[in-house]
């Protein structure tokens, strides 16, 4: 199992911490052994939530991939009659990569400036937020929305409008707690429910 990008540098800076308070404790114990401590915790938690394990499942053509880890908060329609929302909260402890539901094509990535409420709240969908919509043949959609959380404030997006991706390939990344929405027509068949413990790129969302 490897880490993201993101990551290699805070394990780098707890790696130093570490080292600094080993170095510091031979003088200054009171000093030194709290960041030595400080330095290790750090580090092991870092790699702990930047990880990104290899996912392998095979989906058949017609099975909608789940883009997250977490833990489903709501399925339903919303704003829009024809569309079904599916939320999805990820918690500190869940894998934060999204990945993508479908193969197709990046029409947009929309970031949009927002709140920072609870990632579980129903205020939560005003939060700060990236949307990255991607579609494919027959009228076929999955809009995937990443959103920021009270801890969480920084959102990041592997791809870029005019990118082709196929279905598990990785789009973005958020920093701790947050919460993935995925936009998906009415038509399609949602197989997951509140309360249901799904995992990107392993778990079936639905069907086209």
């Known amino acids: 199992m490897s880490i993201v990008p993101e990551g290699i540098k805070l394990v780098c800076i707890g790696v130093a911490a570490a080292v600094v308070g ?15 401590v ?8 870092s790699v702990y939530f930047f990880r990104d394990p290899e996912r392998n499942h ?40 999204q990945r993508s539901p479908m193969d197709g094509k990046v029409e947009s ?10 990632a579980y709240k129903p205020e939560a969908s005003k939060n700060e937020r990236n949307l990255i919509k991607i579609t494919g043949d027959n009228g076929r959609f999955a809009h995937v929305e990443q959103l920021t959380g009270s801890i969480a404030r920084r959102i990041v997006a ?24 995925v936009y998906l027509p009415v038509t399609s068949r949602v197989l997951v429910k509140s309360g ?8 079936v969302l639905g069907l086209w």
Request: hydrophobic content about 50%.
């Open 22 to 36: 080993g170095v510091a404790s031979f003088w200054l114990k009171w000093l030194g052994i709290p960041v030595l």
């Open 158 to 181: 592997y791809v870029k409008p005019g990118d082709t991706v196929k279905a598990t390939d990785r789009i973005g990344m958020i920093y701790f707690g947050s919460q993935v929405a």
């Open 58 to 97: 095979v989906f058949a053509p017609g099975e909608i991939v789940c883009p997250a880890d977490g833990t489903v908060l709501s399925v339903g329609t919303e704003d829009n009659p024809g569309v079904t929302v599916v939320r999805i909260f990820l918690s500190v402890f869940n894998v934060h990569l």
């Open 109 to 118: 990535v929309t970031y949009t400036k927002g709140k920072f409420a609870i």
């Open 196 to 203: 249901d413990k799904v995992y990107g790129a392993e778990t």
């Open 38 to 45: 400080l330095g290790v915790f750090f580090t092991l938690f």
